[in-house]
């Protein structure tokens, strides 16, 4: 098997089980670190978050996008799904579904559904496609219960828009009327000049007809009462090659995709949660793994805070280390790693280049803070929560960077400092 591919497998079972490894991790921290009322605080703290609840919801029982898709034979629907998902994908169609105006596919790789989709290949394109074929088709997508559906043009042409956009609205009116609509303009590094393929290179007459062209669809559905969510402009351009060694699928070999990663965007906001994470996990597993570290880097450095506003000198000290140590070992875990608790505190006094005279120091100001509570009641906890906070946010950061972006360690010390004055300025403006 392809190593790349196993550690992606590795790291799917790792996101599929964060749920059961948080709570093992916390049924495991040591008894002298944290009392189980602490530990109980902790569980519910994480539990009760309502966006984290729903992601980890989602990892449960993920499930492929479905779409449907509206567009005319060349329009580009095969080549926009594999620029969605990075892979040659194989195309599988399914048995009959009750109308000759539509098929049903999956699209598959290394065993891995990535989408389903039902292509309406009669919609605005059959002259058959009358009252019946609408009825039927209109059945057929309701029982598909579809995320999203996806208008497809080509950049380049004019021609049978209004029918399509004509017919299209038929269809959404009739299942309802709710589905997000993606108009997707497609083939847009065919759009003059049409020799630049390179998605960083159009010049500005390129960039001129792409807006042109958007407008005018723009124009069209407005005409027509129809109403789309997005209109975005696409390149699925991508040259392929078979690599020598056996077993290999084709792989890239020019990407002249653009205004891809701006539909990974748009779908992984608007679609079910469940079809959201699994799109992700599938074609952007580093973006689910930063999301939900985001979640928990405010979970904890909130936690961090709480446990600081205790009065009394030094007391919080473990349980902010447990905290800090929880929150690295789960960045860790997206990335498909595994840390003891021994050396994930280790690397709390280097990761990020504070090192280990930094960290002492910052410990020792923060429990000095509390001084303060001897003249003005209150202040000293309140100085070293905003320590404590900004530090669990800062140490959060780094881990992400370090473990989910690559960032060289000897980059993380700006890392850290980056973070401390995101964090400054986001308490700044609350």
Same mark, same amino acid.
Do not use: C
């Given at each position: 098997?392809?190593?790349?591919?196993?550690?992606?497998?590795?790291?799917?079972?790792?996101?599929?089980?964060?749920?059961?490894?948080?709570?093992? @991790?916390?049924?495991?921290?040591?008894?002298?670190? /944290?009392?189980?009322?602490?530990?109980?605080?902790?569980?519910?703290?994480?539990?009760?978050?309502?966006?984290?609840?729903?992601?980890?919801?989602?990892?449960?029982?993920?499930?492929?996008?479905?779409?449907?898709? /509206?567009?005319?034979?060349?329009?580009?629907?095969?080549?926009?799904?594999?620029?969605?998902? #990075?892979?040659?994908?194989?195309?599988?169609?399914?048995?009959?579904?009750?109308?000759?105006?539509?098929?049903?596919?999956?699209?598959?790789?290394?065993?891995? /559904?990535?989408?389903?989709?039902?292509?309406?290949?009669?919609?605005?394109?059959? $002259?058959?496609?009358?009252?019946?074929?609408?009825?039927?088709?209109?059945?057929?997508?309701?029982?598909?219960?579809?995320?999203?559906?996806?208008? @497809?043009?080509?950049?380049?042409?004019?021609?049978?828009?209004?029918?399509?956009?004509?017919?299209?609205?038929?269809?959404?009116?009739?299942?309802?009327?709710?589905?997000?609509?993606?108009?997707?303009?497609?083939?847009?590094?065919?759009?003059?000049?049409?020799?630049?393929? $390179?998605?960083? #290179?159009?010049?500005?007459?390129?960039?001129?007809?792409?807006?042109?062209?958007?407008?005018q669809l723009a124009r069209i559905f407005d005409e027509h009462g129809l109403e789309a969510t997005a209109i975005l402009p696409v390149?699925?351009?991508?040259?392929? +090659?078979?690599?020598?060694?056996?077993?290999?699928?084709?792989?890239?070999?020019?990407?002249?995709?653009?205004?891809?990663?701006?539909? @990974?965007?748009?779908?992984? $906001?608007?679609?079910?949660?469940?079809?959201?994470?699994?799109?992700? @996990?599938? /074609?952007?597993?580093?973006?689910?793994?930063?999301?939900?570290?985001?979640?928990?880097?405010?979970?904890?450095?909130?936690?961090?805070?709480?446990?600081?506003?205790?009065?009394?000198?030094?007391?919080?000290?473990?349980?902010?280390?447990?905290?800090?140590?929880?929150?690295?070992?789960?960045?860790?875990?997206?990335?498909?790693?595994?840390?003891?608790?021994?050396?994930?505190?280790?690397?709390?006094?280097?990761?990020?280049?504070?090192?280990?005279?930094?960290?002492?120091?910052?410990?020792?100001?923060?429990?000095?803070?509390?001084?303060?509570?001897?003249?003005?009641?209150?202040?000293?906890?309140?100085?070293?929560?905003?320590?404590?906070?900004?530090?669990?946010?800062?140490?959060?950061?780094?881990?992400?960077?370090?473990?989910?972006?690559?960032?060289?360690?000897?980059?993380?010390?700006?890392?850290? +400092?980056?973070?401390?004055?995101?964090?400054? +300025?986001?308490?700044?403006? +609350?």
């Amino acid at each position: 098997m392809n190593p790349k591919f196993e550690e992606m497998q590795k790291r799917l079972t790792h996101i599929g089980n964060l749920n059961n490894y948080i709570e093992d @991790l916390l049924q495991k921290v040591p008894g002298n670190l /944290v009392s189980d009322k602490q530990r109980k605080k902790l569980i519910e703290a994480i539990t009760d978050d309502e966006d984290l609840g729903d992601l980890l919801e989602g990892l449960k029982n993920p499930r492929p996008p479905r779409f449907v898709l /509206v567009g005319r034979t060349g329009v580009g629907k095969s080549s926009l799904v594999n620029a969605m998902s #990075g892979k040659y994908l194989a195309e599988v169609s399914d048995v009959e579904i009750g109308t000759k105006e539509a098929r049903k596919f999956t699209y598959e790789a290394d065993g891995q /559904v990535y989408f389903e989709v039902i292509d309406t290949r009669g919609i605005g394109e059959s $002259e058959t496609f009358n009252t019946k074929a609408e009825d039927e088709l209109t059945e057929v997508v309701r029982e598909f219960r579809p995320d999203a559906l996806l208008f @497809l043009q080509k950049a380049t042409e004019r021609g049978h828009i209004d029918k399509d956009v004509i017919a299209t609205k038929k269809l959404m009116d009739k299942t309802g009327g709710d589905l997000p609509l993606v108009a997707i303009l497609t083939h847009i590094d065919e759009l003059n000049p049409s020799r630049i393929k $390179e998605p960083d #290179g159009y010049p500005v007459e390129k960039l001129n007809l792409i807006s042109e062209k958007k407008a005018q669809l723009a124009r069209i559905f407005d005409e027509h009462g129809l109403e789309a969510t997005a209109i975005l402009p696409v390149s699925s351009y991508i040259e392929w +090659e078979r690599p020598e060694e056996d077993g290999g699928g084709p792989r890239i070999a020019f990407d002249g995709r653009r205004g891809i990663e701006e539909l @990974l965007d748009f779908l992984e $906001e608007n679609l079910d949660v469940r079809a959201a994470i699994h799109l992700g @996990l599938t /074609v952007r597993l580093n973006r689910v793994a930063m999301r939900i570290s985001e979640r928990f880097i405010k979970i904890f450095s909130a936690l961090s805070a709480t446990v600081a506003l205790s009065p009394i000198i030094a007391t919080d000290i473990a349980v902010l280390l447990t905290l800090q140590s929880i929150l690295l070992m789960i960045i860790a875990y997206l990335s498909g790693r595994e840390l003891e608790f021994r050396t994930a505190r280790e690397l709390l006094v280097s990761l990020g280049g504070i090192g280990a005279t930094g960290f002492t120091l910052r410990m020792i100001a923060q429990q000095g803070s509390k001084f303060a509570n001897l003249l003005f009641p209150g202040a000293g906890s309140a100085i070293s929560a905003g320590i404590a906070s900004g530090g669990t946010y800062a140490i959060g950061k780094a881990a992400v960077a370090y473990y989910l972006r690559g960032v060289p360690e000897d980059q993380l010390r700006q890392v850290v +400092e980056d973070a401390r004055r995101e964090y400054d +300025e986001q308490q700044e403006n +609350e």
